[in-house]
């Protein structure tokens, strides 16, 4: 395993642009943001809209004369549903979306779709300013099948080719799985197909279990990712006692297959225990960098790590 450094940080508020708790905006975002080509800024929230449906927010940032953004203005481009039982389009989605070079936005819910288990989308600007919405995958939720998985809380990478890749809490198991790491692949047809690249086990001591994190890409095309638990040896600090969790990495073989590498296991103390951020950074040394939930010095509420080959 790689040497872990840790920080303590200071956390500054840069700027504020208001979601009012109403039935005409949304509210309780999780996620980050990103920009388009001509900056504007654009997130999801996980609740609000018509009744208790979800909706994307779409904020316009105005530059002023010193180059501050100091005014934005929140826009509506995607509203889901309400409702329980298999929406197609999709429930809550708490993690942020990504943009490719078209201007076109992908992203997840936690459910909705076949059988209520998540879905991945993408959302295509028109040029009459709305945007259409397609599903692109629905999980399943037939715990029995090795193949079958759910539950996808993070966000999604894309590589050059085009593939997506992110991560579900649960399935991938013989019983249960602790989850998965998943790639879609776009066909010729204009389908996607889906391929499982890694499941974790269950039970998960070692290999790590709960996925509540995407994976990030470098540019030799390894993914990185981290598991809420796992990866321990039932530490008493840690949550079922089965480990804090884990950061891995993925390596892709050259007969398709991708191989797994625990680079830390959290033990809950000084080094914290539970990541839980959508998605690490990993600079081009291939240092890794990311946050826990719990654990550090003091009263213990978090860590900001490093991980260095």
Known sequence: M????????????LAAAAI?????????PYS??????????YGTTNKGGEATSQRF???AAEPSSSSRRTRTVAGLIRTFPHGMGGTPDGQNPYAGLIIDDAG???GTTYI??????GLVFKLTPNSNGRWKEAVLFSFRATINNPKDRLAAYAGLTMDKSGNLYGT????????????TVYRLTPTAKGEWQETVIHAFPSPRYHDGEFELTGVTMDAA????????FGGGKQEPTCQDYDGCGVVYKLSPNADGTWSESILHAFQGSTDGGEPELDRFLVDSAGNVYGTTFFGGTGAGGGTVFEITP
């Open 32 to 41: 980050y943001l990103v920009f388009d080509k001509a900056g504007n800024l």
């Open 112 to 117: 909705g779709g076949h059988d209520d288990a």
């Open 2 to 13: 790689g040497s872990t450094r840790y920080y303590d940080v200071t956390a500054k508020a």
């Open 221 to 228: 095309g390894n993914l990185y990712g981290a598991t809420t």
């Open 168 to 179: 579900t809490r649960n399935g991938g198991g013989k019983v249960t799985g602790g989850g």
């Open 57 to 59: 927010v779409r904020t």
């Open 20 to 28: 009012a708790i109403t039935d005409n905006d949304g509210c309780a």
């Open 104 to 106: 076109n936005l992908y």
